[in-house]
């Protein structure tokens, strides 16, 4: 068997992490001639940089941080988070840059522009980003065929989409829209995660009540049977800002219906607990949001038992940010904001960095990881 270290990427560092040329070039240039720009725009220049990257560069994988999850195999545990590909346009880049998985999205049925601009932020002394886009998209129809072409070349990282209705769908027709976006993006995806928890979509975190999440669960199961022979892991994307009697009611609601799984968490509109000041309306992601998104995934790991897959999301910018959420109860972990402030070395700095904790701890296996904290 082929030592960790014999196969990691020939882009990765020492496995401290210590400075590639990769992160030179991005702490001096690269990020300091966007953050002049505005925040979109130099959004939008990435994404198409990363559009014309070569596509399916190797990964990378290591036998320790290999898992089977859900019956799949993931190379390595770290994933790009909802939100910074929301049309599937980069999707061959995120493989290169040494990501085990990419979850698109947020996709809505229908297209739509999104909250009127501005409406993202930076707050770089936090190291912290502040959105309110609102889901602006192309819609479900672009985003599945895109994700269809990808898996018609057959990438080795996994790939989820992340719904979510239109702005416009009244409450009534919600679960319409998460059906109709179960049974169209279904058959195309590794996985699907129902987001009930943008704080930039009027009334969708209410979706969190259980009455309401059991109907929404039956419904994106209902649209996933009709859509035929592959039936994906479908996983519920939650807030930061819930108690813990409402997550642990979420919780037993998830087991009660055989959910496979959640995602944790999603931006937060708390200020004042993070130390950040509330200029700007929105979702607050990156270092504020690190130590309350590791909250609740060791609650959710506690209260059910480590029976219901984690994916945990919220500040991660290192290796032993990613290792925490891992020991707290995360099987999977996703980064963005993280991804704005160190750059395109990040993936492979922490899938480096995760294995040589792995070793100091003596785990040899990342699921014997998993939970080891909560
Ligand atoms: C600009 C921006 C847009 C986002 N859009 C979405 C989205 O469309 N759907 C979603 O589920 N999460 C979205 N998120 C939330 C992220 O997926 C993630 O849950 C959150 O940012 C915490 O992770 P981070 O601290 O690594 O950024 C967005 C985050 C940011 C910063």
Avoid at 83 to 110: C, H, M, N, S, Y
Avoid at 135 to 141: D, I, N, R
């Amino acid at each position: 068997m082929a030592s960790p270290a014999s196969r990691r990427s020939p882009r990765s560092r020492d496995k401290t992490g210590g400075s590639s040329f990769i992160d030179l070039v991005w702490s001096r240039v690269a990020r300091p001639l966007l953050f002049r720009l505005d925040p979109e725009l130099a959004h939008r220049i990435v994404l198409t940089l990363l559009t014309i990257m070569p596509a399916f560069g190797r990964q990378n994988d290591s036998d320790v941080l290999e898992q089977n999850l859900w019956g799949m195999r993931f190379v390595n545990p770290l994933g790009l988070a909802a939100g910074l590909d929301k049309d599937a346009v980069a999707l061959a880049a995120w493989q290169t840059l040494g990501f085990g998985f990419a979850e698109v999205g947020t996709i809505t049925p229908r297209p739509q522009p999104g909250n009127p601009r501005p409406r993202l932020w930076r707050l770089p002394e936090h190291r912290a980003l502040i959105n309110r886009l609102g889901f602006p998209g192309l819609g479900m129809e672009v985003a599945a065929r895109r994700v269809e072409r990808l898996r018609q070349r057959r990438p080795r990282m996994r790939i989820g989409v992340n719904l979510g209705p239109n702005k416009d769908t009244p409450p009534e027709r919600v679960a319409d829209d998460i059906a109709a976006l179960a049974q169209r993006l279904g058959p195309v995806a590794d996985f699907i995660v129902i987001n009930i928890s943008s704080p930039n979509t009027p009334g969708l975190r209410e979706w969190q009540a259980p009455q309401h999440l059991r109907t929404l669960i039956t419904r994106a199961f209902a649209g996933r049977l009709e859509a035929g022979a592959n039936r994906p892991p479908l996983l519920i994307k939650l807030a930061p800002d819930i108690d813990s009697d409402q997550l642990r009611l979420i919780c037993e609601t998830a087991m009660e219906l055989r959910l496979n799984g959640i995602v944790a968490t999603n931006t937060t509109t708390a200020r004042e607990a993070v130390g950040v000041r509330a200029d700007y309306p929105g979702g607050l992601s990156g270092q504020p949001l690190k130590s309350r998104a590791r909250e609740i995934i060791s609650q959710i790991y506690r209260h059910a038992g480590g029976a219901l897959p984690i994916i945990g999301v919220g500040g991660v910018a290192s290796a032993e940010d990613a290792y925490g959420h891992i020991c707290a109860g995360a099987n999977l972990v996703e980064l963005y904001t993280g991804l704005i402030y160190e750059g395109p070395g990040l993936p492979t700095t922490i899938v480096d960095g995760l294995t040589a904790l792995m070793e100091r701890d003596g785990y040899g296996r990342i699921k014997d990881a998993v939970g080891s904290s909560a």
